[in-house]
């Protein structure tokens, strides 16, 4: 069965950082790539990070500079390492993988940790 399991929420002044991690399993980790999206209240879900299997890494632009995605294919992990956060940055934040299931791309989405920038 394919998990994800987000994790590292938090409470957190700004200024401040908290990294999130997701844990897979059920799947080759290795193969695919991986996003981190956000939904905060009222609004839709948008694209905060991914990295692909090569390595490369791609930001949107309002957490460029501040967040790093990075994964460890010895452990099914990807981590958002997220700094300088501002009150802006509150959301829940999901990490998505599309896997290759049943012949189609199939969508899979972590639980979402809560994130919450004081200002």
């Known amino acids: 069965e394919v998990q994800l399991q987000a994790a590292g929420g938090g409470l957190v002044q700004a200024g401040g950082s908290l990294r999130l991690s997701c844990a897979a399993s059920?799947?080759?980790?290795?193969?695919?790539?991986v996003g981190w999206f956000r939904q905060a209240p009222g609004k839709e879900r948008e694209g905060v990070s991914c990295i692909i299997t090569d390595g490369s890494t791609y930001y949107a632009d309002s957490v460029k500079g501040r967040f790093t995605i990075s994964r460890d294919n010895a452990k099914n992990t990807v981590y958002l390492q997220m700094n300088s956060l501002k009150p802006e940055d509150t959301a829940v934040y999901y990490c998505?993988?599309?896997?290759?299931?049943?012949?189609?791309?199939?969508?899979?989405w972590g639980q979402g940790t809560q994130v919450t920038v004081s200002s």
């Open positions: 059920g799947f080759s980790f290795d193969d695919y790539a």
């Open positions: 998505n993988m599309d896997i290759w299931r049943f012949g189609t791309w199939v969508p899979y």
